[in-house]
């Protein structure tokens, strides 16, 4: 592998979450700080962000619109984020709001925390629930926390959970 830096290397996205740990608030900041210093088209920043902390009524008003296979473990994780964008071209808004995750992502694992993402859930059911805008398009959940116990999760869940992380060879992705 090449000179890859140790925050990229070692991120890695868990379904076992700590069900005890809160985040702090400077956490929070941080995590949120990363993502809003990220680079977007024109500077536009379409990214917007709703913040459920583990058993409040936005985490609970998340956590239903997710599948009840990743309700299984996101229900562990210290907090739920829903990233969003809006704007006039939602290609190139989408495209940005993956670089403010990606770079709360990056700014977690420098804190010792996890992020898992969910791009399949009830889009509108939680604008619905979160009383959304209605040019604001909900696009990714991220579950946030420290890394739980893999042996917490049910079979299906730790065979995943303590496999092998596998990426595709360099070669397959570059288009010839």
Avoid: C
């Avoid at 990714?140 to 595709?168: F, I, S």
Wanted: overall charge negative; hydrophobic content about 45%; glycine content about 6%.
């Amino acid at each position: 592998m090449s000179d890859l830096h140790p925050l990229l290397a070692f991120r890695w996205s868990p379904r076992a979450f700590d069900p005890q740990d809160r985040l702090a608030d400077q956490e929070v900041d941080s995590l949120l700080e990363a993502a809003r210093w990220a680079p977007s088209a024109g500077n536009a920043q379409p990214w917007r962000f709703a913040l459920g902390h583990r058993q409040d009524e936005a985490w609970k008003r998340i956590l239903v619109a997710l599948p009840d296979d990743d309700q299984r473990w996101a229900r562990h994780a210290s907090a739920l984020l829903l990233g969003a964008h809006r704007g006039d071209d939602p290609e190139r808004a989408a495209y940005d709001l993956g670089q403010a995750v990606a770079h709360l992502t990056v700014q977690a694992t420098a804190l010792g925390l996890h992020v898992r993402q969910v791009s399949r859930f009830d889009r509108d059911g939680i604008a619905v629930e979160l009383d959304l805008p209605a040019d604001v398009r909900p696009a990714v959940v991220a579950a946030v926390g420290r890394l739980g116990d893999p042996y917490a999760l049910p079979p299906d869940l730790l065979t995943l959970e303590t496999g092998l992380r596998r990426r595709r060879p360099l070669p397959e992705l570059l288009l010839s």
